[in-house]
């Protein structure tokens, strides 16, 4: 959040809410300003364990647009969201993992075969983004050899958000082929239009030639 230069009391209230849903025993005033206090509850309505699964209140986007225009930077409150995404997607996969790990360590050992395969999978997905959009951009924020040493299970989800923005970017690319498509329809239309009327000026010049010729006879 630091990097993002996130407002102080937006900050605190996050941590705070998933501090105090993760530890209740934490739970302390946070004396939050009105408009951000408003916000935090609304979370706590949604959930804040549903904020690391993606489901924010949408007051925080506006929140932190309003603190860039107080310190007269240029950068987006809806970019913010998406590193905040990004931000608590990790939290959320590291305390899946720690707390997996310490109830279930006899269970949750993962074969040589299935990392092969993960890693496998995350080299070629790696290799296919090539040019994510905006919002797809923190995917290939790591580096391949960042990735490879990643957790299992982190690796995995990484995988299904990539194939979801392959996804997407196979639909605009069909989306655009439709429309170039009908352009170039469009255009011989207009190409045979043009065509059909100058056979017919043509024919209407010979016809009164041959008028004309005849009326001098």
Same mark, same amino acid.
Not at 1 to 14: E, G, L, N, Y
Not at 43 to 70: A, D, K, P, S
Not at 175 to 182: E, N, P, R, S, T
Not at 193 to 217: D, F, I, P, S, Y
């Given at each position: 959040?630091?990097?993002?230069?996130?407002?102080?009391?937006?900050k605190?209230?996050?941590?705070?809410?998933?501090?105090?849903?993760?530890?209740?025993?934490?739970?302390?005033e946070?004396?939050?300003?009105?408009?951000i206090?408003? $916000?935090? !509850?609304? +979370? /706590?309505?949604? &959930?804040?364990? %549903?904020?690391?699964?993606?489901?924010? #209140? =949408? *007051?925080?986007?506006?929140?932190?647009?309003e603190?860039?225009?107080?310190?007269?930077?240029?950068k987006? *409150? @809806?970019?913010w969201?998406? &590193?905040?995404? @990004?931000?608590?997607?990790?939290?959320?996969?590291?305390?899946?993992?720690?707390c %997996?790990?310490?109830? #279930?360590?006899?269970?949750?050992?993962?074969?040589?075969?299935?990392?092969? &395969?993960?890693?496998?999978? $995350?080299r070629?997905?790696?290799?296919?983004?090539?040019?994510? $959009?905006? /919002?797809? @951009?923190?995917?290939?924020?790591h580096?391949?050899? =960042?990735?490879?040493?990643? !957790?299992? %299970?982190? @690796?995995? /989800?990484?995988?299904r958000?990539?194939?979801?923005?392959?996804?997407? +970017? +196979? /639909?605009?690319?069909?989306?655009?082929? =439709?429309?170039?498509?009908?352009?170039? $329809?469009?255009?011989?239309?207009?190409?045979?239009?043009?065509?059909?009327?100058? +056979?017919e000026?043509?024919?209407?010049?010979h016809n009164?030639?041959?008028?004309?010729?005849a &009326?001098?006879?």
């Amino acid at each position: 959040m630091k990097v993002q230069q996130t407002d102080p009391d937006i900050k605190k209230a996050i941590i705070g809410g998933l501090s105090y849903w993760y530890r209740p025993d934490t739970g302390t005033e946070l004396n939050l300003p009105n408009s951000i206090s408003i $916000v935090y !509850h609304e +979370q /706590e309505t949604i &959930g804040w364990n %549903n904020m690391l699964e993606g489901f924010y #209140h =949408v *007051g925080w986007q506006t929140l932190q647009q309003e603190y860039y225009h107080q310190i007269k930077s240029r950068k987006s *409150g @809806k970019k913010w969201q998406v &590193g905040l995404c @990004k931000e608590l997607w990790d939290m959320a996969n590291d305390l899946w993992r720690d707390c %997996n790990e310490s109830l #279930h360590q006899r269970d949750n050992v993962v074969t040589d075969l299935e990392t092969t &395969g993960c890693d496998q999978a $995350v080299r070629y997905y790696f290799n296919r983004l090539e040019d994510p $959009v905006e /919002e797809d @951009k923190y995917l290939k924020q790591h580096t391949l050899e =960042v990735l490879l040493k990643k !957790h299992t %299970n982190y @690796k995995r /989800e990484w995988v299904r958000e990539v194939q979801k923005a392959l996804e997407k +970017q +196979q /639909e605009c690319i069909l989306c655009h082929q =439709v429309q170039l498509q009908a352009q170039a $329809v469009r255009r011989r239309r207009i190409q045979t239009r043009k065509q059909t009327h100058q +056979q017919e000026v043509v024919a209407m010049a010979h016809n009164m030639t041959q008028w004309l010729g005849a &009326g001098r006879e």
